[in-house]
């Protein structure tokens, strides 16, 4: 029987099987493999951290827990997350009595290790069938536990992880479905938005650009199909189950990665092509066939020069600086900072617990309101919460994930009582007060006299509008009539159109129907 009518195991035309995973080389890859999780495991557990965003899911996930519905504002029906089963398992570790961010923290990191074991039984997996001339080493899982920005986004609060877990099973589940008994269907991408792909290029190209030895994967994996095309020793069927096996996992790498590049990648580094990594991993892998027959120093050489690579080449930003508006978002993460906002938050509370309050925050605050708990809260950095801010037109690109800022009449026809963070414009529409709330200081949009006195009864801190608008109608008329008119539109905004006082409110129209 000739090498390639793919015939049975007995003719000397077949690979070497090699020795089972019960051989010393077998149960030395299984070692490495439970090493290279318990490793993976130990230092994305070092750097755990939650960032602002998860915070968005912890409040949908929280009040679905507690009866209000999966909404962000009672009563509020809008989808602001994109993390469906994530929130609901969020949720469920609420409904549990854990607290959301240890539980996501926890379940993360518990999806990676299972990400790093997978890869590793990829790899007893091809020494059954390829026997010999697989790779001995668990590449891939190794390449997975020492990947910086894998075990930082192995936890981060989002459903990074889990996404990731998800789409390497359907991998596995796919190869070993189309080795039975059935063709496995195609992966579609779907599209999100419209595309972009100039910065999505600048996001896959820092990416590749710490991580250049992934791409490594490529000349190993088109170096081994010559070989094994020109090579009489290896069986027809071998040969096709390894290009199947390899074309499967560059067709997810190249995907997903084309898939990140169409919607402009992310703000944060790295998090939205760690769900392609493990493929490019896998390439790697099984670009180390047929090479390892010829020396075991190749593989001996190759893993751990890759390994310094990926551990060693530093990230394209450091801390707070951006490219393309991209940013190490981890590092930004203290414990120091995390602690504080959490503090500042939990503040918050006491002064708006029970409160029928209305507040808008910017993303990076989600954390802090998550812990707040304002009866009402708009995202206006971004829309994520509300469908009108999120259903406005894009007129210009600006930095991925933060393009799309609230209008300020949207917060008045809103009644939004308080701006936490700095709001673009907001100071040419309203008069600026401020207003204290131990350590944290807001700005008021709409001064709503019984809310702001329960506030004031609690401990906040602020200048009493009322009389010193009572002074300002005093010497009105030293002032000039441009002047009162853009006061009166400003106080309008933030005052008269949302409360009766006709009092106050006839002496500004006397005036100005005197400058006519």
Avoid at 96 to 106: K, M, Q
Avoid at 188 to 198: F, N, P, Q
Avoid at 269 to 285: D, K, S, V, W
Avoid at 393 to 422: D, S
């Amino acid at each position: 029987m000739t090498p390639e009518s793919g015939g049975g195991g007995g003719t000397p035309t077949d690979p070497d099987p090699g020795p089972p995973a019960a051989t010393p080389t077998g149960r030395a890859a299984q070692i490495a493999t439970i090493l290279a999780v318990l490793c993976g495991i130990a230092v994305a557990w070092r750097r755990a951290w939650t960032c602002d965003d998860a915070f968005i899911s912890f409040r949908y996930a929280d009040d679905l827990a507690h009866g209000l519905g999966l909404v962000f504002n009672p009563g509020e029906r809008v989808e602001g997350y994109s993390n469906f089963l994530w929130t609901l398992w969020c949720s469920l570790g609420i409904r549990l009595g854990r607290d959301p961010e240890r539980w996501s923290i926890a379940s993360g990191i518990a999806a990676y290790g299972v990400c790093l074991a997978l890869l590793g039984t990829q790899t007893l997996g091809l020494r059954r069938r390829f026997g010999a001339a697989a790779t001995a080493l668990p590449a891939a899982a190794l390449l997975g536990a020492v990947h910086p920005d894998w075990t930082i986004f192995a936890s981060g609060g989002l459903e990074t992880s889990l996404f990731t877990l998800l789409i390497l099973c359907g991998y596995v589940l796919l190869v070993l479905a189309y080795y039975g008994d059935w063709f496995p269907n195609p992966w579609y991408a779907k599209s999100i938005g419209r595309a972009w792909y100039g910065q999505g290029g600048t996001y896959v190209g820092l990416y590749f650009a710490r991580y250049w030895a992934l791409l490594a994967a490529a000349p190993l994996v088109l170096a081994t199909a010559v070989s094994l095309r020109r090579s009489p020793s290896i069986a027809m069927n071998l040969r096709r189950e390894w290009s199947d096996r390899s074309g499967l996992a560059a067709g997810f790498a190249v995907v997903a990665t084309l898939a990140v590049a169409r919607i402009g990648g992310d703000f944060m580094f790295a998090r939205f092509l760690i769900p392609a990594t493990p493929f490019y991993l896998i390439l790697f892998e099984l670009g180390l066939y047929r090479w390892r027959p010829r020396g075991r120093w190749t593989e001996v050489l190759l893993v751990p020069a890759a390994a310094a690579a990926i551990v060693l080449t530093p990230p394209p930003m450091r801390g707070g600086e951006r490219v393309a508006g991209i940013s190490n978002e981890w590092e930004a993460y203290s414990p120091q900072f995390c602690a504080r906002v959490r503090q500042q938050g939990e503040a918050l509370r006491r002064y708006f617990d029970r409160l029928p309050i209305r507040v808008v925050f910017m993303g990076a605050q989600a954390r802090m309101i998550y812990y707040a708990r304002p009866w009402v809260a708009i995202e206006g950095e971004t829309g994520l919460t509300d469908r009108t801010i999120a259903r406005q037109n894009l007129p210009k690109r600006g930095r991925v994930g933060h393009e799309k800022r609230v209008p300020i009449a949207y917060l008045t026809a809103r009644h939004v009582h308080l701006a936490l963070g700095p709001v673009v414009g907001l100071d040419d529409y309203v008069p600026p007060v401020a207003v204290w709330f131990d350590s944290v200081e807001c700005q008021v949009i709409h001064w709503d006299p019984p809310l702001m006195a329960a506030l004031g009864a609690r401990g906040a801190r602020f200048p009493d509008f009322l009389p010193r608008l009572d002074v300002y109608i005093g010497r009105m008329d030293q002032v000039s009539d441009a002047r009162v008119r853009e006061d009166y539109r400003n106080l309008r905004h933030f005052y008269f159109d949302q409360v009766r006082d006709e009092r106050r409110e006839r002496a500004f129209r006397s005036r100005l129907e005197r400058a006519r």
